[in-house]
C-alpha cells in the first residue's frame, strides 16, 4: 500500500536532501546497462486514468504525466535513506525505460494503492510508480492494458510563461501512451539540467508544465534551442512506435 503523495512543502522542507535528490538527477542516467535476466530488466510503469464515457483531455493528461515522474524521482522516499531508494536508483543507473498503462474505474482506484505518486491537471489524472524489475510488476499494474486507447490531440490555450513546456514531436505521431512515457522522461531530463533553485520553485509548484504539440516549422527551431543549450531533448531508444535515435520531445525552461 502507498501512502498519498508528499505536498510540495514537504518535498522541499529540507534543503539539503533535496538538493541530495537533485544532484542524483543531474548526474545523468544509465551506465550499469542491462542484465542478462530479462526479466531483471527495470522500467518505471505509468497509469494513465482514461475513463471511457468521459476520457480526460491529451494534453492535461501528458502534463500529469510528466509532473508525476519527476515528482517520483525528487520525492523524499526516493532519497538518501528512503524506503524507494534501493529501487529507484536501479532503474535509474540503468536505463530511464517507462511503460505506459491506461486504467478506468476500479482498476484505476486498484493502482492508486501501489507506490507511487498521483498528480491531477484539470480533471487528467496519471500516476507514476515506483521503478522495478519488469519480471516482478505487482498484479493490480501487470493486467493494465499497455496499448489501444488513444485521445483526440486537442488545442490547449497559450502557455503560462511561468512553467516549463514539453514539445512534443508531432511529426512521430505517437499514441498517448508512447508520449506519456517520453514526457516523463522530458521532465527528469529538465530537472536534472535546470539550477537547484529552479527546481525548488518548480516543487513548490508541483512540477506544473506545459505540453504541446510542434509542428516541423516550431520543431526545427526547438532543435537549434537544443543545440545552443537553451533545451533539453529527449531521444528514444526505439523499443516501440519510433526509430531509434528519434528526439521525440524537447524540453523549454519556464520563460518567466
Known sequence: MSDEPDSTEQITDD???????????????????DPDDPAMVQAMQMVLHIPK?????????????????????????SGPGGEWEPRYLAWKRSRIRKVAR??????????????????????????????????????????????????EHDEPGPVDPTLPVLWVNAALEMSVGKAAAQVGHASMLLAGALPLDAVAEWARRGFGCAVRDADPTQWAALVAQVT??????????????VAPGSMTVIAVPAQA
Open 15 to 33: 534543503p539539503a536532501a533535496f538538493a541530495q535528490r537533485h544532484a542524483e538527477l543531474a548526474r545523468g542516467y544509465g551506465g550499469a546497462g
Open 53 to 77: 464515457a468521459e476520457p480526460p483531455v491529451r494534453s492535461s493528461l501528458l502534463e500529469a504525466a510528466a509532473a508525476a515522474a519527476v515528482a517520483v524521482c525528487m520525492d523524499p522516499r
Open 102 to 151: 491506461r486504467a478506468r474505474g476500479a482498476q484505476w482506484l486498484a493502482a492508486g494503492e501501489v507506490d507511487g505518486v498521483t498528480v491531477e491537471v484539470d480533471g487528467a489524472q496519471a500516476r507514476a510508480f515506483v521503478p522495478g524489475p519488469v519480471g516482478d510488476i505487482d498484479t493490480r499494474i501487470r493486467k493494465l492494458q499497455i496499448g489501444g486507447t488513444d485521445l
Open 228 to 241: 545552443a543549450g537553451g533545451a533539453v531533448a529527449v531521444r528514444d531508444a526505439g523499443f516501440t512506435e
